[in-house]
């Protein structure tokens, strides 16, 4: 019998409960985020080639050193800075793990984490089992901005850590240039870390460019920058991502990474670290998943939806009150189950279930998919 947990008041993933829900009831599935059309096809190959060539045994701890050689690269050419490969990019199991070894590798007990909400859902369960306090900002519905002067207020002497992601996810939000240089000045001086969560850098639409932190000097000296393969390629289960931190915070973060995962699946690193210097795949991700957008959004006219600007990421997110007074959760339930769509509560992405009756889709579907949703849910406006 296990009478003690380290999580006692966090229930089971809404993505999990969702996409279970969505199979159950044979739905269409725009809640969790993932793709429903075949990964790039040269990366394919390359991974089942890396199988039969033999690549079947552990890769060095912190990755394997082509692969950190390609990334490099490709942070120099994206965002002008020179990282050390050996010392300052560490592969991860995926771009989760890549931030609660970060939290891991920084927080004491007691110490506090500012964070936004909508907040992606493992922040603060990562930030509790490392018996840390999550100190919540709310974006305000429906912009969904950072408000830098509560920031500036919410900082005090236990701050150990801030998190940001952008793209957002599930707002759909970006980080302007502004923000970063803001985020900057407020730091500056301070003995605080920054996690930013990256996993959708290739995701920006409309022309709109993603700032990493990456491009920020003050930034990423107490930085910790965690991406995710799965995103970029379409594949999200490789779990597959890294984490990029200046050469000591890396040090730190690789005991603990060591005695965890110690080492990442070798075949698909092999494969990354080929394709990898191919940039028109990457760079043609945005213009390909900004058409679904656009698609999803045309064929939702008349749905009674209201849709809220998407600037980057795989999401779009939309209100429904003259639709609906049903709480977000229970209508992603019932159309789920009634209409045969399944969507993601953005209340789901607050810890205690703040209610704005926004619901999240996830667009990085086939037009077939994506049409036939939308079909059904404009049922709801009949
Ligand atoms: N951060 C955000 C904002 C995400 O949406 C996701 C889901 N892809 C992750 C992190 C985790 O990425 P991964 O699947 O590589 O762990
Ligand atoms: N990031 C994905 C989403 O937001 C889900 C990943 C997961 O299921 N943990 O839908």
Redesign the pocket.
């Known amino acids: 019998m296990i009478n003690t947990s380290k999580l006692p008041n966090t229930p089971t993933s809404i993505f999990t409960v969702m996409s279970a829900l969505a199979t159950e009831h044979g739905a269409i599935n725009l809640g969790q985020?993932f793709p429903d059309f075949p990964m790039d096809e040269e990366l394919a190959v390359l991974a089942a080639k890396a199988i039969t060539d033999g690549h079947n045994q552990y890769a060095p701890m912190a990755g394997l050193p082509a692969l950190r050689e390609s990334i490099a690269a490709k942070i120099h050419h994206l965002y002008g800075r020179s990282v050390s490969a050996a010392d300052e990019i560490t592969i991860t199991p995926?771009?989760?793990?890549a931030?609660y070894t970060a939290f891991t590798t920084i927080l004491q007990p007691g110490d506090e984490v500012i964070l936004f909400e909508p907040a992606?859902d493992?922040y603060i369960p990562n930030i509790l089992v490392n018996k840390a306090v999550p100190v919540k900002l709310k974006l305000e519905f429906p912009e969904y901005k950072i408000d830098w002067n509560k920031l500036r207020e919410a900082i005090n002497d236990r701050t150990k850590a801030i998190i940001i992601?952008t793209p957002?996810?599930p707002t759909g939000s970006i980080l302007s240039d502004e923000d970063m240089q803001t985020l900057q000045s407020i730091l500056s001086g301070t003995k605080i870390f920054l996690i930013s969560?990256e996993?959708?850098e290739h995701l920006t639409f409309d022309g709109k460019a993603h700032h990493s932190v990456l491009k920020y000097p003050d930034l990423f000296q107490r930085s910790f920058v965690?991406f995710?393969?799965?995103?970029v390629y379409n594949c999200?289960g490789w779990?597959?991502?890294y984490c990029v931190a200046p050469k000591a915070l890396s040090a730190e973060f690789r005991k603990i990474h060591q005695f965890d995962a110690f080492s990442c699946f070798t075949p698909t690193q092999v494969a990354l670290a080929e394709h990898l210097k191919k940039p028109e795949r990457y760079l043609s991700l945005a213009p390909f998943l900004q058409k679904k957008r656009d698609l999803f959004l045309e064929n939702m006219q008349g749905s009674g939806f209201d849709f809220l600007p998407s600037s980057g990421?795989y999401f779009v997110c939309a209100t429904y009150k003259r639709i609906s007074n049903m709480a977000a959760y229970d209508l992603s339930v019932h159309l789920t189950k009634t209409i045969g769509v399944a969507t993601i509560p953005v209340s789901s992405f607050y810890i205690h279930g703040h209610d704005d009756k926004v619901l999240r889709f996830c667009f990085a579907k086939k037009e077939d998919t994506l049409m036939e949703a939308a079909s059904r849910l404009k049922k709801l406006a009949l």
């Open positions: 985020g995926g771009g989760s793990y931030i992606y493992s992601n957002n996810n969560d996993v959708y965690c995710s393969f799965g995103k999200t779990k597959l991502g990421s």
